[in-house]
């Protein structure tokens, strides 16, 4: 008798045995009409060159084909039906992280098939949290993805841009792991500290963002209760009990996408077919007799309703931050 295994192959039995528990020995031998493609779950860059499959064994006049994973009319790429080269889809047809499609291979003739799961990732090299909110002296463990060329691939490098002496918090490595440890010493005069971090690999870059607070924010930015679907979003500037929404400065901070309404401070416009994950928004205001006041919203992007999480900002190694 034969067991049958993905891909058809079989293990043909040569000797039974039971003592105490069924012990079957064999060998694995594939039929001579079935094969198998060699790489049955690559991972692939959106936008990246062409990737060949092939099949083994060889097999002449197969009919190659792609599709998503869940049969959904999204971007999947394309591949060559006659040569199994495929073409993974560009960066903006990404929804999310990544997605993923099967490749299928097919002989006319038998009607065989093997299929691959192809893991197409928005962007070859990742940084996360994409920001953190945290306090001095805080250390945030950085995680970070890439897609490797090959196991003697060199890892991802981390450093802050353009560091400022004395503001600034510093990055410590451990075998390819990264921590950001922030500044313990208090800035005076500043609300916040911020420090952009740069992923290095091959060429490519990803940025993340620190946002130390100095002292508790004076200002509290009110959102609405329902977010979702908004195209502008009606902000309140709160200090003291007192909105001063017409009183304070509107900024969007690491260009960010959206911008400000014209005539009405505090209202907010979404960019809808931007590809940040998020945005970070600062409100300050000269009070002149207590200096300059300061607070600050981070808003998850696309905006949605999550229940429980306010304002889809999630707590993240005792601070707060968004992750990718």
Not at 96 to 106: E, K, M, Y
Not at 218 to 225: F, G, H, K, L, M
């Amino acid at each position: 008798e034969n067991l049958e295994l993905n891909y058809g192959e079989t293990i043909q039995m040569l000797n039974l045995q039971s003592p105490h528990d069924v012990g079957l020995f064999g060998r694995i031998n594939p039929a001579q009409t079935t094969f198998a493609i060699t790489t049955p779950e690559p991972r692939i860059a959106a936008g990246g060159p062409h990737y060949a499959f092939e099949v083994f064994p060889a097999r002449p006049g197969l009919k190659w084909a792609v599709e998503h994973l869940r049969r959904l009319a999204v971007g999947v790429g394309t591949i060559d039906e006659d040569t199994g080269v495929y073409t993974p889809p560009a960066v903006h047809q990404v929804q999310g992280r990544f997605t993923r499609v099967r490749v299928t291979a097919t002989d006319p003739v038998t009607q065989f098939s093997s299929s691959a799961l192809v893991t197409v990732v928005r962007s070859r090299l990742t940084i996360n949290p994409l920001i953190q909110i945290c306090d001095k002296d805080e250390r945030v463990p950085l995680k970070l993805g890439y897609l490797k060329d090959d196991e003697d691939s060199p890892a991802p490098t981390v450093v802050i841009n353009n560091p400022v002496p004395g503001e600034s918090g510093s990055i410590e490595s451990n075998n390819g792991v990264y921590t950001y440890v922030s500044n313990k010493e208090v800035v005076e005069g500043k609300t916040y500290v911020m420090d952009e971090l740069v992923a290095t690999y091959k060429g490519y870059t990803a940025s993340v963002y620190m946002v130390v607070t100095q002292t508790t924010p004076a200002i509290t930015i009110q959102a609405p209760d329902s977010l979702e679907g908004l195209t502008e979003v009606a902000l309140r500037a709160i200090a003291n009990n007192r909105d001063i929404t017409e009183h304070v400065e509107w900024s969007i901070e690491f260009n960010g996408p959206g911008s400000w309404h014209s005539e009405t401070p505090g209202v907010y416009k979404v960019d809808e077919m931007a590809p940040q994950a998020f945005v970070f928004i600062r409100a300050s205001w000269d009070s002149v007799v207590i200096g300059v006041l300061e607070g600050h919203l981070l808003l998850a992007l696309p905006l949605l309703d999550i229940p429980d999480v306010p304002l889809s900002v999630a707590a993240i190694e005792g601070g707060t931050g968004l992750a990718y």
